[in-house]
Nanobody
Framework: QLQLVESGGGLVQPGGSLRLSCAGS????????IGWFRQAPGKEREGVSC????????FYADSVKGRFTISRENGKNTVTLQIDNLKTEDTAVYYC??????????????????WGQGTQVTVSS
């Protein structure tokens, strides 16, 4: 059974950076497409980025293009989300999720089977 654990959240000023990590256990993340989602208070969970397999396929929501970078850390069973130039509207709980790689990338939360517990990102001056 795949398990996911997010880390790296925190309080940061606007314009700052954070590096979120999604660590997998119980199975190799190489077999899964990994998505990052976020949920702000009172809002629906939204997809921000996802990454496929060895073809390097990625997806970014328009709101984060140019600021967020998703990547796999080879040998560490981890997928990271580098967040630069943070904005107050990026404040949310960030979740990583996994779905079998054979199903391809997915942008909607309902497309993912495995979820982490989330990590809080707060952007405030």
């Amino acid at each position: 059974q795949l398990q996911l654990v997010e880390s790296g959240g925190g309080l940061v000023q606007p314009g700052g950076s954070l590096r979120l990590s999604c660590a997998g256990s119980g199975n190799s993340l190489d077999y899964y497409a990994i998505g990052w989602f976020r949920q702000a208070p009172g809002k629906e969970r939204e997809g921000v980025s996802c990454i496929g397999g060895s073809d390097g396929s990625t997806f970014y929501a328009d709101s984060v293009k140019g600021r967020f970078t998703i990547s796999r850390e080879n040998g560490k069973n981890t997928v990271t989300l580098q967040i630069d130039n943070l904005k107050t509207e990026d404040t949310a709980v960030y979740y990583c999720a996994a779905r079998p790689l054979t199903l391809g990338l997915g942008a909607r939360p309902s497309a993912y089977e495995y979820w982490g517990q989330g990590t809080q990102v707060t952007v405030s001056s």
